[in-house]
Every structure is written in C-alpha cells, then in structure tokens.
T-cell receptor
Framework: GAVVSQHPSRVICKSGTSVKIECRSLDFQATTMFWYRQFPKQSLMLMATSNEGSKATYEQGVEKDKFLINHASLTLSTLTVTSAHPEDSSFYIC?????????????FGPGTRLTVL | AQKITQTQPGMFVQEKEAVTLDCTYDTSDPSYGLFWYKQPSSGEMIFLIYQGSYDQQNATEGRYSLNFQKARKSANLVISASQLGDSAMYFCAMREDNAGNMLTFGGGTRLMVKP
C-alpha cells in the first residue's frame, strides 16, 4: 500500500499561536488532498479538499482564513492552523487521493493530535 | 439527512465469536463505493474492505466480509472469529462517484472484544 506521513504526530501549543502540519505521500503523487478533523469520540469530518496548484475548497462551517491549506506539490500538502484556540484541539488527518483511472484510492496519514492550551 | 448511519455506538463480542457491525447509507447516485475502516487507539485509519455498487458478489477479505443489501441500502461488516486485537473503532464510509471522490464517514462503532 501507499505510504503517507504526517508531521508532527503530536503538538501542544499556546492559544494564539499558529501550527503547521505537513502531509507527504512518500511513494506516489497525489493531485488531490483531503483534510479531515476528528474530535474525541467522534467521526472524521471533511474540512477541505485541495488540488495541486489550486486554492482549496472548504466545507461549510470551516474558516478558510483560519485553516490555511497549501498544496504546492504532488507529494506535499500543509495545513496551518492560525491563531489557534482551545476549541481547535483535535486530531487532524490528511488523506491523499491516488488516481487509478476506474478505481481511485484514498489513503490516510497517521494523523496529528493538536492540543491548544 | 445523514448519508452514512451506524446505529451501534458500542458493541461487545466474545473472543472467537463473529460480530456484525451495521451500516446504512443514503444516496441517489447509481455509482458509489462503500468502505470499512478500523481505527485503533493510535488513530491510524486502516482500510478493511470495499464494495462497489455494481459488484454482484459480497466482498470478502480474510476474516472480514461485507453483507451488501443494495435494496435496503445496507453494508454491514461481519468479522468472523474475533480477536482481542480487533478492539477498535470501526467506520463505514461512502464515496459517491458524482460527488468528487471524497469519503463521507458514519459516526463509528466501538467494538470491544472480551477474552
């Protein structure tokens, strides 16, 4: 299977600071990247979809100025949580899409656990 | 309306027994795919099994099988011979081919395997 890395795996920051999360597809190129957020004991909720070289499309209720997504290359996407607050504490998971033609496959990074104090 | 519904927030099963995790879905797209993922406490999402809407046979992968009832819009996961390592959260997900390739997840079921 494809390998996806996320860094950092865990981060604790003070309220008001910004945090950048990197997601890399190590052995394939992903034109599309999905970013999910998962609160404790809840399901994964899609935050945004980004295509390489284009602006991300955000889901309803997700502030695009707060969650900055950069998908500058086919193997790297970043999510920056700006001016983080305690309510942003969550598990963030990136999910690159591998296009195989008829059957596209979505992989998942190992996740980043963000705690905002 | 919820696109993916998992009605069992938590379930217990005795080790070595089989267990069925329920999943119902709602879509008007004739072409879609249904997925099951396992999420242990570490947080990683582990792909288990896939069923396409046009697949004639129920999918099977080792101890995992998918009971696909298209008319009822259900895609239940059956785990045979449960093991202690099966204790985890299980998510059912759907991808609608006319909706941009992304997965929509159900609320999840926490499975606990008793020794």
């Amino acid at each position: 299977g494809a390998v996806v890395s996320q860094h950092p795996s865990r981060v604790i920051c003070k309220s008001g600071t910004s945090v950048k999360i990197e997601c890399r597809s190590l052995d394939f190129q992903a034109t599309t990247m999905f970013w999910y957020r998962q609160f404790p004991k809840q399901s994964l909720m899609l935050m945004a979809t980004s295509n390489e070289g284009s602006k991300a499309t955000y889901e309803q209720g997700v502030e695009k100025d707060k969650f900055l997504i950069n998908h500058a290359s086919l193997t790297l996407s970043t999510l920056t949580v700006t001016s983080a607050h305690p309510e942003d504490s969550s598990f963030y998971i990136c999910s690159p899409l591998l296009l195989r033609g008829r059957y596209n496959e979505q992989f998942f990074g190992p996740g980043t656990r963000l705690t905002v104090l | 309306a919820q696109k993916i519904t998992q009605t069992q927030p938590g379930m217990f099963v005795q080790e070595k027994e089989a267990v069925t995790l329920d999943c119902t879905y709602d879509t008007s797209d004739p072409s879609y795919g249904l997925f099951w993922y396992k999420q242990p406490s570490s947080g990683e999402m582990i792909f288990l099994i896939y069923q396409g809407s046009y697949d004639q046979q129920n999918a099977t992968e080792g101890r995992y099988s998918l009971n696909f009832q298209k008319a009822r819009k259900s895609a239940n996961l059956v785990i045979s011979a449960s093991q202690l390592g099966d204790s985890a959260m299980y998510f059912c997900a759907m991808r609608e081919d006319n909706a941009g390739n992304m997965l929509t997840f159900g609320g999840g079921t926490r499975l606990m395997v008793k020794p």
